[in-house]
C-alpha cells in the first residue's frame, strides 16, 4: 500500500518569504497527487492537483507544486507567502490502476505567516 | 449543489454513550469516505465505499466503530460506546470516481468526556 511523507510538521516563516513543503509517497506504478489546504476553522479544499502531462502544476492562490517521479515527489512552494496562507496543508496520493486504497494523506504541515 | 454536508457540526458526550455522525455527499458522486483527522496522526482514512457498497474498512480502529451507507445520498459513522481517545475531527468526503479529487464536508468536532 502506498504511504505518504511530509517532512515538516509545522513551518513558521515570515511575510514574503518563499515556500517549499516537501511531500514524498511510496509507490512505484502511476499515480496522481494532491495538495489540499485547510484554514483554521474550515473544511479542506482542493489547492492543486497533478493527473498527467506537464509535471509543474499552478494551483490557487499562487501556489504552484512540481512532480518529480524519479524523486517520487511532489513538493508544494508558493514564491512569497502572506499572513492568509497560515494555514494546514496536507499531500495526498492515489494509486491508479490498483487495489490500493485511494486518497491516503500525509500528516500535513502547519504553516504559520507572521508580519 | 451545496457540497458535502455533515452533521452535526460539534458533538460533546460523556464516555460509553453511542455516538452517531451523518454525511449527506455531492449527488452523483460514486465514492465516499470517512476521515478521523488528529494533531499525531492527521487524516486517517477510516472507511471508503463505492456507490454505496463498503469497499475497505481496514483503517476502522475498533469494533466499536461501524459505519452504513443506506442510500447514494446518506452515509453514517457510529461509535458504540465512545471513549476519550475518539475525540477528533471527522470529515467525510466524496468524489465522482476513485482517482480523482474528493470534497469535504465541514467535519464533526467530537469531544468525549
Known amino acids: 500500500a502506498q504511504s505518504v511523507s511530509q517532512h515538516n510538521h509545522h513551518v513558521i516563516l515570515s511575510e514574503a518569504a518563499s515556500l517549499e513543503l516537501g511531500c514524498n509517497y511510496s509507490?512505484?506504478?502511476?499515480?496522481?497527487l494532491f495538495w489540499y489546504v485547510q484554514y483554521p476553522g474550515q473544511h479542506l479544499q482542493l489547492l492543486l492537483k497533478y493527473f498527467s502531462g506537464d509535471p509543474l502544476v499552478k494551483g490557487i492562490k499562487g501556489f504552484e507544486a512540481e512532480f518529480i517521479k524519479s524523486k517520487f515527489s511532489f513538493n508544494l512552494r508558493k514564491p512569497s507567502v502572506q499572513w492568509s496562507d497560515t494555514a494546514e496543508y496536507s499531500c495526498a496520493v492515489t494509486a491508479i490502476n490498483s487495489g490500493n486504497t485511494p486518497l491516503v494523506f500525509g500528516k500535513g504541515t502547519r504553516l504559520s505567516v507572521i508580519a | 449543489d451545496a457540497g458535502v454536508i455533515q452533521s452535526p457540526r460539534h458533538e460533546v458526550t460523556e464516555m460509553g454513550q453511542e455516538v452517531t455522525l451523518r454525511c449527506k455527499p455531492i449527488s452523483g458522486h460514486d465514492y465516499l469516505f470517512w476521515y478521523r483527522q488528529t494533531m499525531m496522526r492527521g487524516l486517517e482514512l477510516l472507511i471508503y465505499f463505492n456507490n454505496n457498497v463498503p469497499i475497505d474498512d481496514s483503517g476502522m480502529p475498533e469494533d466499536r466503530f461501524s459505519a452504513k451507507m443506506p442510500n447514494a445520498s446518506f452515509s453514517t459513522l457510529k461509535i458504540q460506546p465512545s471513549e476519550p481517545r475518539d475525540s477528533a475531527v471527522y470529515f467525510c468526503a466524496s468524489s465522482y470516481k476513485r482517482y480523482t479529487e474528493a470534497f469535504f464536508g465541514q467535519g464533526t468536532r467530537l469531544t468525549v468526556v
Open positions: 509507490y512505484g506504478g502511476t499515480v496522481n
